[in-house]
């Protein structure tokens, strides 16, 4: 049985499908994982992928593409080709299946199972109802055992990436505490001046501080890193990302793609979260965490980008001793078993 599962989305949220694909190619003789750009290096990371098709979904993201004719034709002839029997189409609870449902369709896949409020007609064999408030990691979980496709025995669910490879070199000794301060919208960030007071704070507690980013980072973690921490803005790939974090004894982030990659790599994670969407839905899954952040704020569930409030209160609220303390907190509780 050949098997594709579609996640169409961010890093983090290729990252969060990880259980499910492990229980969709348990029972398949092989797997292919559909995903954006964004996810694909998440993608390269999951265990259970034998093979990644990436195309970019006209209705995903933040600046999709425009609809192209010849572009979603050359897909339907991708997959056709893999000559797929199943597929698992995997989204959020506010996204509709649908647009990838009738890809597939005409790309010749014989049984396609998701999760969809609007009423699929023949587009989907099954049309699941995910359980209401349930994590996004979970919700995947329940979507494939429904197909036919349950964790694999002694699999506890959790999220996990192939073993990161060491990263001599880059950040030292251990231990250490890795801040990353970066997000990939404004209204998710802890501000920049806030960030770089809990670095000072770290270290001068006695922690070595190492400060992660992306390549367009570098002036924000040569900021926040100051003269306390361990600048390696730009310097990470996802690889070398997933071994610094899985070396750290705490990761200082807010909600994004290295939250995620943390708790694949089972360390804890210190979670400034902006309630812009449901922190039991996308908070850290799986590994020991603080959450940070008023919950209750009025941007609560909005989805918004940019902050709607003045002055960010829902993460600008908490200070750099909020962070220290819940950063010892995690230390002396340890990690995961």
Request: glycine share 12%; aromatic share 4%; hydrophobic share 45%.
């Given at each position: 049985?050949?098997?594709?599962?579609?996640?169409?989305?961010?890093?983090?949220?290729?990252?969060?499908?990880?259980?499910?694909i492990?229980?969709?190619?348990?029972?398949?003789?092989?797997?292919?994982?559909?995903?954006g750009?964004?996810?694909a290096?998440?993608?390269?990371?999951?265990?259970?992928?034998?093979r990644?098709?990436?195309?970019?979904?006209?209705?995903?993201?933040?600046?999709?593409?425009?609809?192209?004719?010849?572009?979603?034709?050359?897909?339907?002839?991708?997959?056709a080709?893999?000559?797929?029997?199943?597929?698992?189409?995997?989204t959020?609870?506010?996204?509709?299946?649908?647009?990838a449902?009738l890809?597939?369709?005409?790309?010749?896949?014989?049984?396609?199972a998701?999760?969809?409020?609007?009423?699929?007609?023949?587009?989907?064999?099954?049309?699941?109802?995910?359980?209401?408030g349930?994590?996004?990691?979970?919700?995947?979980?329940?979507?494939?055992?429904?197909?036919g496709?349950?964790?694999?025995?002694?699999d506890?669910?959790?999220?996990?990436?192939?073993?990161?490879?060491?990263?001599?070199?880059?950040?030292?000794?251990?231990?250490?505490?890795?801040?990353?301060?970066?997000?990939?919208?404004?209204?998710?960030?802890?501000?920049?001046?806030?960030?770089?007071?809990?670095?000072?704070?770290?270290?001068?507690?006695?922690?070595?501080?190492?400060?992660?980013?992306?390549?367009?980072?570098?002036?924000l973690?040569?900021?926040?890193?100051?003269?306390?921490?361990?600048?390696?803005?730009?310097?990470?790939?996802?690889?070398?990302?997933?071994?610094?974090?899985?070396?750290?004894?705490?990761?200082?982030?807010g909600?994004?793609?290295?939250?995620?990659?943390?708790?694949?790599?089972?360390?804890?994670?210190?979670?400034?979260?902006?309630?812009?969407?449901?922190?039991?839905?996308?908070?850290?899954?799986?590994?020991?965490?603080?959450?940070?952040?008023?919950?209750?704020?009025?941007?609560?569930?909005?989805?918004?980008?940019?902050?709607?409030?003045p002055?960010?209160?829902?993460?600008n609220?908490?200070?750099?001793?909020?962070?220290?303390?819940?950063?010892?907190?995690?230390?002396?509780?340890?990690?995961?078993?």
């Amino acid at each position: 049985m050949r098997a594709l599962v579609a996640r169409l989305d961010s890093f983090g949220d290729v990252l969060l499908a990880g259980p499910a694909i492990r229980a969709v190619a348990h029972r398949a003789d092989g797997l292919t994982l559909l995903c954006g750009p964004r996810g694909a290096p998440a993608g390269r990371l999951l265990p259970g992928v034998d093979r990644l098709l990436v195309w970019e979904a006209p209705w995903e993201g933040f600046a999709p593409p425009p609809v192209d004719r010849a572009g979603v034709e050359a897909l339907v002839d991708r997959v056709a080709a893999l000559r797929v029997d199943t597929g698992l189409i995997l989204t959020s609870f506010h996204q509709s299946p649908l647009p990838a449902a009738l890809l597939l369709r005409m790309a010749g896949v014989a049984r396609l199972a998701a999760d969809s409020v609007d009423a699929p007609g023949s587009l989907l064999d099954l049309r699941h109802h995910r359980t209401p408030g349930a994590h996004e990691a979970e919700a995947a979980v329940e979507l494939a055992g429904a197909a036919g496709f349950p964790l694999p025995p002694g699999d506890d669910g959790r999220l996990r990436v192939r073993c990161p490879a060491a990263a001599p070199g880059l950040t030292g000794p251990e231990p250490y505490v890795v801040v990353h301060p970066g997000a990939s919208v404004a209204a998710r960030r802890w501000s920049p001046e806030r960030s770089a007071q809990a670095v000072r704070l770290l270290a001068g507690a006695g922690h070595r501080v190492v400060v992660t980013g992306g390549p367009g980072e570098r002036e924000l973690t040569g900021f926040v890193a100051g003269r306390d921490g361990i600048d390696l803005g730009g310097r990470t790939d996802p690889e070398r990302l997933a071994a610094v974090l899985a070396a750290a004894g705490a990761v200082v982030t807010g909600n994004t793609g290295p939250a995620h990659l943390a708790a694949a790599v089972g360390t804890p994670v210190v979670s400034l979260f902006a309630p812009v969407v449901p922190a039991e839905r996308w908070g850290p899954y799986g590994v020991p965490h603080v959450l940070l952040g008023d919950q209750a704020a009025p941007c609560a569930g909005s989805r918004a980008r940019e902050c709607p409030v003045p002055g960010h209160p829902c993460l600008n609220g908490v200070t750099a001793e909020d962070v220290l303390s819940a950063v010892e907190k995690l230390l002396l509780d340890g990690p995961a078993a």
